[in-house]
């Protein structure tokens, strides 16, 4: 069984690709979703951590490759959930240095896991993106 944190990504990232479909390309068939979480630094207070994540987005707000971060939050736990154009991108932003950046900040190491995105439902669009073919739901 997932615990909370778990079970609260999967489910963000699962709402992430499907309200994301207008950013997938059509020919690209390598979206890749990243899910990250970390303990935040003991007794730090909701308020305290979301200043922290909204003082972040410029600097995630110029990553390249980066298509979308959806905070996460829980008491004592942080995260986000990422949309990226490729797992290259992916990669290249989770470096080693990104890595001892997260855990000088929150004062633990980051958990990162990366999935691949070949099926979307996008009810937004009423549309469905399977491996790179983009068809309406109605058709």
Known sequence: MLGPTCE???AVARDLVEANHAKFKEADMSQTIAV?????PEGMDRA????MFRDSIPRYMATEGLLRK????????????????S???AEKAYSDEWKAYMTKKY???PR???YDSPITMDRQNDSIFDEG??????E
């Open 70 to 85: 959806n905070v996460l939050y829980q008491k004592g736990i942080g995260g986000g959930v990422y949309l990226w154009e």
């Open 87 to 89: 797992r290259e991108a």
């Open 107 to 109: 004062e633990h190491p």
């Open 36 to 40: 990250v979480t970390y303990r935040l």
């Open 133 to 138: 073919a983009v068809q309406h739901a109605a």
């Open 8 to 10: 609260l990504a999967v």
């Open 48 to 51: 305290t951590a979301l200043q």
């Open 112 to 114: 990162l896991i990366f």
